[in-house]
């Protein structure tokens, strides 16, 4: 085989690797012209990427960027098992977890070797479906459309020393695997988002209940003060807060978060 003909099939080997690694299907595609480029852009419904076209023979690849925004003390019994004291916080606690720590499609998840005790934080989720930013709170329920349970993991003793030191959380809840998502639920066939029962079982048994009802800071304001800061875009997360019953997760445990009657979460600790 010829040199020049080795490296157009190397090349194309390459391509169908990366394609493959990011889910995305390439508009055309041709061996013998390969172009690669990364783009912040996504799709206005977060279900597939875009590819632009620039000519018959150009492969584009594009990366999804997305962020993950999660809400702390959100409940006001969590708060007294968290501090011993019943209060809401004069503004949300916001912070934000890496791309990496995203955690899917019944993966299991894997505990860290040496961040200490690892606590599961069962909490709605929801899905953000259009750009905005400054976004009136009257109009924020315009932007997400699906509803699902996710797990806030904590490397708790890890965090009560953050907290003392008054420094952020993102070392403690932003680890590989923390932010277990389940299968989202469209929010059309769902009844208020600001009633909605979920509950998180280890083993079989029921450790965590809540409901949506009892959040010290609603989901519409929740997402007017985050846009306030941020630009919200498609595809972003937002971890709502978890209700009193967090506890420790070992290896073996099973977990399954339920919306409602439907079991959108299902993986295992190993």
């Known amino acids: 085989m010829d040199y020049s003909r080795r490296k157009r099939l190397c090349r194309l080997k390459r391509s169908y690797i990366s394609t493959s690694f990011l889910g995305i299907k390439p508009c055309c595609f041709c061996p013998f012209r390969l172009k690669v480029l990364s783009l912040p852009q996504q799709h206005e419904c977060a279900k597939e990427p875009v590819l632009p076209r620039s000519g018959p023979c150009f492969l584009y690849i594009i990366f999804k960027i997305m962020k993950i925004f999660a809400v702390g003390m959100n409940y006001i019994l969590h708060n007294k098992e968290l501090d011993g004291a019943l209060y809401k916080p004069e503004e949300p606690v916001i912070f934000t977890k890496a791309d990496s720590s995203l955690l899917k499609d019944r993966k299991p998840f894997f505990m860290p070797d040496d961040l200490g005790r690892i606590d599961y934080e069962a909490e709605l989720v929801v899905r953000i479906c259009r750009l905005g930013k400054s976004i009136p709170q009257r109009f924020a329920h315009r ?57 998180l079982d280890v083993n079989g048994a029921t450790v965590q209940e809540g409901c949506s009802a009892d959040m010290l800071f609603k989901v519409d304001e929740l997402i007017a003060y985050i846009s306030r800061w941020f630009t919200l875009k498609t595809g972003d997360l937002l971890y709502t807060g978890t209700p009193a019953g967090v506890g420790p997760v070992n290896i073996g445990d099973r977990l399954e978060g339920w919306l409602e009657e439907r079991k959108v979460l299902e993986f295992n600790v190993k």
């Open 143 to 199: 932007y997400y459309d699906a509803v699902t349970v996710g797990i806030d993991f904590t490397a708790r003793e890890l965090q009560r020393k953050l907290r003392d030191e008054g420094k952020p959380w993102e070392l403690c809840k932003g680890f590989d695997g923390a932010a277990v998502i389940g299968q989202w639920v469209e929010k059309e066939k769902l009844r208020d988002i600001q009633a909605l029962r979920f509950r």
